[in-house]
T-cell receptor, first 115, second 110 residues
Framework: DGGITQSPKYLFRKEGQNVTLSCEQN?????MYWYRQDPGQGLRLIYY???????QKGDIAEGYSVSREKKESFPLTVTSAQKNPTAFYLC??????????????FGSGTRLTVV | GEDVEQSLFLSVREGDSSVINCTYT??????LYWYKQEPGAGLQLLTY?????DMKQDQRLTVLLNKKDKHLSLRIADTQTGDSAIYFC??????????FGAGTTVTVRA
């Protein structure tokens, strides 16, 4: 059963702490994305990766870091430099468009709350 | 800022048709998408349309594209309570990224 697994579903972070959100996929998709969702603001792109060992900053990369050591995995670290990290984080993947696999596939999300 | 704009809320009576509108700005977008998000969940791809098409129908869903006005709409026929969700319009950008609207919250009332 192919899909994307995001974990944990809920995460609580103390101020000054780094936390890592997991995203694992078994769809054999090349591209992976991290989005942040805030109420009424839609989705904003944090980082994306189109190939292993390569990734690019999105629109709001400050305070976040990623790695792409394996095709299946694209973890997101929320660092202490991110001043307002409370949000819903979504991971997405996309296969090659010439395979007619259009659009992103999304995980079920991680809700991060600063306490 | 967002390049894709949508109205934020839509209320519709059960059994009526819902129409969600979206405008986009990148005339070179080749694909336009509609996604659905239920509470606490990720986004689910509902449908997509190529920029060289005017209309696409898929069961209760009809997508209309006016490329001249950069206007996209999603019509849901016979709206049901299970259609209550947030609907996102998205356009593809040249570098394989998608730009999303803020989402339209659809509430279906009995």
């Amino acid at each position: 059963d192919g899909g994307i697994t995001q974990s944990p579903k809920y995460l609580f972070r103390k101020e000054g702490q780094n936390v890592t959100l997991s995203c694992e996929q078994n769809l054999n998709h090349d591209a992976m994305y991290w989005y942040r969702q805030d109420p009424g603001q839609g989705l904003r792109l944090i980082y994306y990766s189109q190939i292993v060992n390569d990734f690019q900053k999105g629109d709001i990369a400050e305070g976040y870091s990623v790695s792409r050591e394996k095709k299946e995995s694209f973890p997101l670290t929320v660092t202490s430099a991110q001043k307002n990290p409370t949000a819903f984080y979504l991971c997405a993947t996309e296969g090659l468009r010439d395979t007619k696999n259009y659009g992103y596939t999304f995980g079920s999300g991680t809700r991060l709350t600063v306490v | 800022g967002e390049d894709v704009e949508q109205s934020l809320f839509l209320s519709v009576r059960e059994g009526d048709s819902s129409v969600i509108n979206c405008t986009y700005t990148d005339s070179s977008s080749t694909y336009l998408y509609w996604y659905k998000q239920e509470p606490g969940a990720g986004l689910q791809l509902l449908t997509y349309i190529f920029s060289n098409m005017d209309m696409k129908q898929d069961q209760r869903l009809t997508v209309l594209l006016n490329k001249k006005d950069k206007h996209l709409s999603l019509r849901i026929a016979d709206t049901q309570t299970g259609d209550s969700a947030i609907y996102f319009c998205a356009e593809s950008l040249n570098d394989y990224k998608l730009s999303f609207g803020a989402g339209t919250t659809v509430t279906v009332r009995a």
